[in-house]
């Protein structure tokens, strides 16, 4: 059908525009001069190179030397007329006539490009080259070549005859518009160099979604990773054996294979390295303040003191006599951990210097930098942000409560609930502006997590990253932003509006139902089946529900001492808080975990709500 609609079509036009042609043919000869038409090899079907025709929009002037004169001298203005209208184009039908080409299909480019693809790009030769295509009319010259080679591959895995008019209709509205014509490259057009290269700070299953994200864009995908077994390197097109938090290393490579830049995503722990490579190779990255507070609580509390942000009292410690001087100057209870890990590790509740002696060994061996801090209990609700930065400014936050367990887990959430009841997004924005000006943030993705007390909003910590525990996704169903598209722009220097980035559907109430090994829920041991998800996934309100860490290796239901013995989670959408509540309950009803020899690992007995 595509063929044959090719030959028709493109017969029919070159009889009917014979006249045009033909006066086209004689105004260039009188204004641009000879040959009529520009000839030049493409890559066409399977990269078989063929002659494409379009009538010439440049004089042949050279300089004293025999070369070219570059192209803005050899311009004429009947040649740009003839771009913008689309009309050096029509020489084309030839070659469609021929069968080189297709009426629509990936834009033919140059011949130099093939070496420079990736092997996601080579996929546009997968069909003949058009005249016009999905690329053309969305966009035509005003997208990048990352987005450019997106839509070529979008209409490869999509194309169809109904597909094809619908491009040829619009295409008619953009030429008869005037709107982004399509210019020969070396034009306006920015020659393609090559592949954006990103090098990606981690490889764990946290990181994958931005691996992935980078790899369909069509960038060169780098991956550091201390674990060379790591599930990310078998999607990234090189792999280097690199602790993320090895600066120099990091540095070294990047500087060696001139990334375009440097991204990681869920973990704290590559900040530094993004930081140090960023600024030595002039690339997008954290502020030096952003990059302390994010990895040490310390320095957090230090830079807000000193910015005359509100923050509340704290004192640091290396050893156990300063951690018991310190308590002295502290009202217990207080809340000891490790400066500069998240996760809860290395989280306690202090009571009295009992508890101290007790876990304060625990707490310095979480922490990388050998300190500990000890903060002034907040005896109050605590809430999740998630915010977006642009030129300074938030120009997107929600705010979700954080509930927790009574009696297990200290300060481990059991669920997530948006929006908050305790705090306005109004307050929350103001106080976070003032903790962005503090730390120098300019673009980034944030993660602050607040005390809200008798004295109103406190800091608890930040990160300049996109969170975990599943956070991101919460965000995304709250925004419909895309946080993963967004970093990766962030990191290229190339931010959009945010309206460009919205990809899902949003909901007014969203919670995160976390079950575990807690309060009763689940026994300890190995997993070795789960069944009931299709039902769950089927409870009204319920929009996604999955093991908490990587479902594709062995499955173990642990005591729950920190945020990582986290087992499963629901995540529920809905217009009332109390609607979505009672939609993850139910669906986590239907939920059965078994472990070894059968053994049924649920404990919490719960019926169905009306």
Same mark, same amino acid.
């Given at each position: 059908?595509?063929?044959?609609?090719?030959?028709?079509?493109?017969?029919?036009?070159?009889?009917?525009?014979?006249?045009?042609?033909?006066?086209?043919?004689?105004?260039?000869?009188?204004?641009?001069?000879?040959?009529?038409?520009?000839?030049?090899?493409?890559?066409?079907?399977?990269?078989?190179?063929?002659?494409?025709?379009?009538?010439?929009?440049?004089?042949?002037?050279?300089?004293?030397?025999?070369?070219?004169?570059?192209?803005?001298?050899?311009?004429?203005?009947?040649?740009?007329?003839?771009?913008?209208?689309?009309?050096?184009?029509?020489?084309?039908?030839?070659?469609?006539?021929?069968?080189?080409?297709?009426?629509?299909?990936?834009?033919?480019?140059?011949?130099?490009?093939?070496?420079?693809?990736?092997?996601?790009?080579?996929?546009?030769?997968?069909?003949?080259?058009?005249?016009? *295509?999905?690329?053309?009319?969305?966009?035509?010259?005003?997208?990048?070549?990352?987005?450019?080679?997106?839509?070529?591959?979008?209409?490869?895995?999509?194309?169809?005859?109904?597909?094809?008019?619908?491009?040829?209709?619009?295409?008619?509205? =953009?030429?008869?518009?005037?709107?982004?014509?399509?210019?020969?490259?070396?034009?306006?057009?920015?020659?393609?160099?090559?592949?954006?290269?990103?090098?990606?700070?981690?490889?764990?299953?946290?990181?994958?979604?931005?691996?992935?994200?980078?790899?369909?864009?069509?960038?060169?995908?780098?991956?550091?990773?201390?674990?060379?077994?790591?599930?990310?390197?078998?999607?990234?097109?090189?792999?280097?054996?690199?602790?993320?938090?090895?600066?120099?290393?990091?540095?070294?490579?990047?500087?060696?294979?001139?990334?375009?830049?440097?991204?990681?995503?869920?973990?704290?722990?590559?900040?530094?390295?993004?930081?140090?490579?960023?600024?030595?190779?002039?690339?997008?990255?954290?502020?030096? =303040?952003?990059?302390?507070?994010?990895?040490?609580?310390?320095?957090?509390?230090?830079?807000?003191?000193?910015? *005359?942000?509100?923050?509340?009292?704290?004192?640091?410690?290396?050893?156990?006599?300063?951690?018991?001087?310190?308590?002295?100057?502290?009202?217990?209870?207080?809340?000891?951990?490790?400066?500069?890990?998240?996760?809860?590790?290395?989280?306690?509740?202090?009571?009295?210097?009992?508890?101290?002696?007790?876990?304060?060994?625990?707490?310095?061996?979480?922490?990388?930098?050998?300190?500990?801090?000890?903060?002034?209990?907040?005896?109050?609700?605590?809430?999740?942000?998630?915010?977006?930065?642009?030129?300074?400014?938030?120009?997107?936050?929600?705010?979700?409560?954080?509930?927790?367990?009574?009696?297990?887990?200290?300060?481990?959430?059991?669920?997530?609930?948006?929006?908050?009841?305790?705090?306005?997004?109004?307050?929350?924005?103001?106080?976070?502006?003032?903790?962005?000006?503090?730390?120098?943030?300019?673009?980034?993705?944030?993660?602050?997590?607040?005390?809200?007390?008798?004295?109103?909003?406190?800091?608890?910590?930040?990160?300049?990253?996109?969170?975990?525990?599943?956070?991101?996704?919460?965000?995304?169903?709250?925004?419909?932003?895309?946080?993963? $598209?967004?970093?990766?722009?962030?990191?290229?220097?190339?931010?959009?509006?945010?309206?460009?980035?919205?990809?899902?559907?949003?909901?007014?109430?969203?919670?995160?139902?976390?079950?575990?090994?807690?309060?009763?829920?689940?026994?300890?041991?190995?997993?070795?089946?789960?069944?009931?998800?299709?039902?769950?996934?089927?409870?009204?309100?319920?929009?996604?529900?999955?093991?908490?860490?990587?479902?594709?290796?062995?499955?173990?239901?642990?005591?729950?001492?920190?945020?990582?013995?986290?087992?499963?989670?629901?995540?529920?959408?809905?217009?009332?808080?109390?609607?979505?509540?009672?939609?993850?309950?139910?669906?986590?009803?239907?939920?059965?975990?078994? *472990?070894?020899? $059968?053994?049924?690992?649920?404990?919490?007995?719960?019926?169905?709500?009306?």
């Amino acid at each position: 059908m595509k063929r044959l609609f090719d030959i028709f079509f493109s017969a029919f036009l070159l009889i009917l525009l014979s006249p045009l042609l033909i006066l086209i043919a004689m105004l260039v000869w009188i204004f641009i001069g000879r040959p009529v038409f520009f000839v030049q090899m493409r890559p066409g079907l399977g990269e078989k190179p063929f002659s494409m025709v379009k009538f010439r929009t440049m004089t042949n002037e050279k300089d004293s030397s025999g070369f070219y004169l570059p192209n803005n001298l050899r311009e004429t203005k009947f040649g740009n007329f003839l771009r913008k209208t689309s009309l050096d184009e029509l020489p084309e039908f030839w070659n469609v006539l021929k069968g080189d080409m297709s009426i629509v299909g990936p834009r033919p480019l140059l011949m130099e490009y093939l070496s420079l693809y990736n092997d996601q790009q080579r996929k546009r030769h997968k069909l003949k080259p058009g005249i016009t *295509g999905w690329s053309q009319i969305n966009g035509r010259n005003g997208v990048s070549w990352s987005e450019r080679f997106e839509h070529d591959i979008w209409y490869i895995d999509h194309c169809s005859f109904r597909l094809d008019i619908k491009i040829l209709w619009r295409t008619l509205g =953009k030429v008869l518009s005037r709107d982004g014509t399509i210019l020969e490259e070396g034009t306006t057009m920015t020659r393609f160099k090559g592949n954006t290269k990103i090098l990606i700070l981690g490889g764990g299953w946290d990181q994958l979604p931005i691996i992935q994200k980078s790899k369909d864009r069509g960038y060169d995908t780098i991956l550091v990773d201390g674990d060379e077994n790591c599930i990310g390197r078998s999607y990234s097109d090189d792999f280097y054996k690199i602790g993320t938090r090895d600066y120099k290393k990091i540095y070294e490579l990047a500087s060696a294979l001139d990334v375009d830049a440097i991204s990681y995503m869920i973990t704290e722990s590559p900040i530094y390295s993004a930081y140090y490579s960023g600024l030595r190779l002039n690339l997008p990255h954290p502020s030096r =303040k952003s990059v302390d507070a994010t990895f040490s609580k310390i320095k957090m509390r230090e830079i807000l003191s000193k910015s *005359g942000v509100p923050d509340i009292k704290f004192f640091k410690a290396s050893n156990l006599g300063e951690a018991i001087v310190a308590a002295k100057n502290l009202s217990f209870p207080f809340v000891m951990k490790s400066a500069d890990v998240g996760g809860q590790l290395g989280l306690f509740f202090v009571e009295n210097i009992s508890d101290i002696e007790k876990n304060f060994d625990q707490s310095l061996k979480n922490s990388v930098s050998g300190e500990v801090i000890l903060e002034e209990f907040i005896d109050g609700p605590e809430v999740n942000g998630v915010a977006i930065v642009i030129d300074g400014e938030v120009r997107e936050m929600i705010a979700s409560d954080r509930i927790k367990s009574d009696n297990q887990g200290f300060g481990i959430v059991q669920r997530h609930l948006y929006p908050s009841k305790h705090v306005s997004k109004g307050e929350l924005i103001s106080y976070t502006n003032k903790i962005v000006k503090a730390l120098e943030i300019e673009n980034a993705i944030i993660f602050p997590q607040f005390f809200v007390g008798n004295n109103g909003i406190s800091l608890c910590e930040i990160g300049e990253r996109i969170p975990g525990g599943v956070m991101k996704e919460l965000f995304e169903f709250a925004t419909g932003i895309d946080l993963v $598209d967004l970093q990766l722009d962030i990191s290229l220097g190339q931010v959009k509006k945010l309206s460009c980035y919205m990809s899902y559907d949003t909901y007014p109430a969203i919670t995160v139902k976390f079950i575990n090994a807690v309060n009763d829920q689940l026994l300890t041991g190995k997993v070795v089946k789960i069944s009931g998800e299709s039902d769950a996934l089927n409870v009204p309100g319920v929009l996604k529900l999955e093991t908490y860490n990587n479902p594709h290796v062995e499955q173990n239901i642990r005591h729950l001492s920190n945020a990582r013995d986290r087992f499963y989670y629901v995540i529920s959408g809905g217009d009332t808080t109390d609607f979505v509540v009672r939609s993850s309950n139910a669906a986590s009803c239907f939920l059965s975990f078994k *472990g070894e020899d $059968d053994r049924e690992m649920n404990l919490l007995q719960c019926k169905l709500e009306a």
